[in-house]
């Protein structure tokens, strides 16, 4: 079992759709919940940031964590074009710094 | 401010041969860490250095290497290239070893 689990998609949504990206994880030690949007061939954007469980508000942008269940989420409001991406979970903890990714899933909206 | 900055950006070598990828992490960031991406998987973790100290490595064999200089920018080695090196490599700073990590835009490299 891989420690992070995320559904590659592809995943196509009309503009201003609500968008509903998860993870899964096995780690029980991740404590720090983070999501990355990776536009094609450019460096992963750092999008939100939570540590434990919660929720999170940005903009648009809400990010949910539950530790009990080990699961991540990221929901985009009246999604746009723009948003189209892929955008990546990662988690860290445990004593241990690096960053530790799902697969991605890749995300279109359409005009 | 400049965020991470990686050079170069595009890299085309044969199989065998050494490659050095170099990054500079954000001003004031301490901590560099490298990572992997091959196309259509998540980044894997190969290396992070916080002070000039190597402070985790990842599941990569010996043929990688790296270090990081007192102005905190960073290199990474790979010897002995194989066909399965071919990737995006990513350098991400923070400012503690701890704290979240910034990506540069990453070096693309292929071997043929």
């Known amino acids: 079992q891989k420690e992070v689990e995320q559904d590659p998609g592809p995943l196509s949504v009309p503009e201003g759709a609500i968008v509903s990206l998860n993870c899964t994880y096995s780690?029980?030690?991740?404590?720090?919940f983070m999501w990355y949007r990776q536009y094609s061939r450019k460096g992963p954007e750092l999008l939100m940031y939570?540590?434990?469980?919660g929720n999170k508000e940005d903009g648009r942008f809400t990010a949910q964590v539950d530790k009990s269940s080990k699961y991540i989420s990221l929901f985009i409001r009246d999604s746009q074009p723009s948003d189209s991406a892929t955008y990546l979970c990662?988690?860290?903890?445990?004593?241990?710094?690096?960053?530790?990714f799902g697969k991605g899933t890749k995300l279109t909206v359409n005009p | 401010d400049a965020g991470v900055t990686q050079s170069p950006t595009h890299l085309i070598k044969t199989r065998g041969q050494q490659v050095t990828l170099r990054c500079s992490p954000i001003?004031?960031?301490?901590?560099v860490s490298w990572y992997q991406q091959v196309l259509g998987q998540g980044p894997q973790f190969i290396f992070q250095?916080?002070?000039?100290?190597?402070?985790g490595r990842g599941n990569f064999p010996d043929r990688f290497s790296a270090r990081q200089f007192p102005n905190y920018s960073s290199e990474l080695n790979v010897n002995a290239l194989l066909l399965g090196d071919s990737a995006l490599y990513l350098c991400?700073?923070?400012?503690?070893?701890?704290?979240?990590?910034?990506f540069g835009p990453g070096t693309r490299l292929t071997v043929l």
């Open positions: 991400a700073s923070s400012s503690q070893a701890t704290d979240t990590q910034y």
């Open positions: 780690n029980s030690a991740f404590q720090y």
């Open positions: 939570t540590y434990s469980s």
């Open positions: 990662a988690m860290s903890g445990g004593g241990s710094e690096k960053l530790v």
């Open positions: 001003s004031g960031h301490k901590s």
């Open positions: 250095y916080y002070e000039k100290e190597e402070r």
